[in-house]
């Protein structure tokens, strides 16, 4: 007895070493037994969806006049949109490691200073870092 399987239309193939879905979007797999005399037994089938965007993800700067100190500061945030929904967002300031992001951040800028972010969705996509140079 040997295990068969067909993605979408393609041909059946045997199961034996498994098999991986790359390709984008949504897919339907069937798996079906087949005895040593070539029987073909009854068919399973399964829609699976295969994501392989990763979230996009915005960054918004404010800058103003702190109203408790009277210094400049700057406001970052961030925001993230996935279909699939979002998982995460991570920040790093310079060549600090990569910190959750939770909410609105105020920041001084006293010199150049490399913003860096990326954020993940719930199956695991992650977004390209991208970078904000800050000046003083």
Do not use: C, W
């Not at 079906?32 to 029987?39: F, I, K, L, Y």
């Not at 006293?110 to 199956?123: G, L, P």
């Amino acid at each position: 007895v040997s295990m068969e399987y067909q993605v979408d239309d393609a041909p059946y193939m045997s199961l034996e070493d498994g098999f991986i879905l790359f390709e984008a979007g949504l897919h339907v797999v069937r798996i079906r037994g087949v005895s040593a005399e070539g029987e073909k037994g009854e068919v399973t089938e399964q829609q699976f969806f295969v994501d392989k965007r990763s979230p996009d993800i915005q960054f918004i700067v404010q800058t103003g006049i702190d109203d408790e100190s009277g210094l400049e500061q700057t406001l970052l945030s961030l925001e993230a949109r996935d279909d699939q929904g979002v998982e995460s967002i991570e920040f790093k300031i310079n060549e600090e490691a990569f910190a959750p992001y939770e909410r609105v951040m105020k920041l001084r800028v006293d010199e150049e200073t490399t913003f860096t972010f990326r954020a993940t969705d719930k199956i695991g996509n992650v977004s390209r870092p991208r970078s904000m140079l800050l000046l003083p």
